[in-house]
């Protein structure tokens, strides 16, 4: 038996299988972040694929379902409805609006994907692309299936946010008057009321329902009310580079306009984490040290069924 020279120890050895080892790994993820160049779908199965390996981004899979999107034009309204289901609501507009074409049929504009799709859109900022083609369909022809859900989200916005900044207009030139669309009536303001963030022992606090957001880069939020204490919840924020991250801190819930913020201290000044807005479709965006830039969340019902309250003990 051949022994090897004394040149190669057992440490290059380890070194060289371990390099092996992760080469291999390597290849057989064509569905993950790190292969995401390679990415190719033959089938809207393959994106269910890529989706459900990268969950806590997905969005490493847009790129390759708008190329699979050019190349199977027939295909788009499922390929929205799919969007639709795996990114924000908005994301499946730009697959939604050339497959109901000129001539969207009955069912199509009915499918409460396309309503989803577009409250989500009307909700965005005026120079946001998602915002531009959520205007042109409500004002088109799948208006009467999709107005209803508008008109719910107007009427619960109490005359605040984007959505009716954008879709009280086109009800206006169509000849539709909504309660909701007309000026809020100036309030005197309340006296300011110092706040004070609820006491809390993160260590021995029994937390309520537990919900966990995901953003697009890999962030994480997981949220829960403290029963017994109003107004307290507890927030661990992980996947940004900040002081907080990984860290769970008491926060206060406060009403705001047409939804909520949810604030604690930093440095001994008030902070707001989370701002929440919206009706039934709500918005998180999540603001934290060190950021300059907010953070979109969206609800992540997997993550959320699985987490328990060691989620904020870790």
């Keep these: 038996m051949k022994t090897l020279p004394r040149s190669i120890s057992l440490r290059h050895i380890a070194l060289l299988l371990t ?35 990268n969950s806590y981004d997905t969005g490493v899979c847009m790129e390759a379902l708008q190329k699979y999107a050019k190349a199977h034009p027939k295909e788009l309204f499922a390929i929205g409805k799919r969007a639709r289901l795996q990114f924000k ?60 859900a508008v008109e719910k989200e107007i009427a619960s916005a109490n005359g605040e946010g984007y959505l009716l900044q954008h879709a009280c207009p086109v009800f206006a030139k169509k000849g539709i008057k909504l309660s909701g669309c007309e000026p809020k009536k100036e309030v005197a303001a309340a006296p300011v009321m110092e706040e004070k963030l609820p006491m809390v022992d993160i260590a021995s606090a029994k937390v309520g329902i537990i919900k966990v957001y995901s953003g697009s880069e890999g962030e994480r939020m997981t949220m829960a009310d403290v029963p017994g204490t109003p107004g307290a919840y507890l927030v661990r924020i992980d ?35 989370i701002i929440m807005r919206g009706g039934s479709y709500k918005n998180y965006t999540v603001y934290v040290p060190g950021l300059r830039d907010a953070i979109g969340m969206s ?11 060691d989620s904020f003990k870790k």
Aim: glycine fraction near 8%; hydrophobic fraction near 40%.
């Design 299 to 309: 609800y992540n019902e997997r993550e959320s069924k699985a987490a328990s309250a």
């Design 89 to 148: 609501h908005w994301a499946a507009l730009q697959f939604f609006e050339p497959g109901l074409g000129a001539s969207p049929a009955a069912t199509q504009c009915a499918d409460e994907d396309v309503s989803l799709a577009i409250v989500s859109g009307l909700s965005m900022p005026v120079d946001a692309t998602p915002n531009a083609i959520a205007r042109r369909l409500l004002s088109g022809k799948c208006f009467p299936s999709v107005r209803t």
């Design 239 to 273: 996947g940004v580079r900040s002081p907080i991250n990984g860290k769970t801190m008491v926060h206060k819930e406060q009403k705001s306009g047409n939804g909520f913020n949810y604030w604690t201290e930093v440095d001994g000044k008030q902070w707001n984490t």
């Design 19 to 53: 390099a092996y080892s992760a080469s291999m790994f390597m290849t057989g993820l064509s569905g993950t972040a790190f292969a995401q160049e390679k990415i190719v779908f033959k089938s809207l199965a393959d994106f269910d694929k890529c989706a459900a390996n």
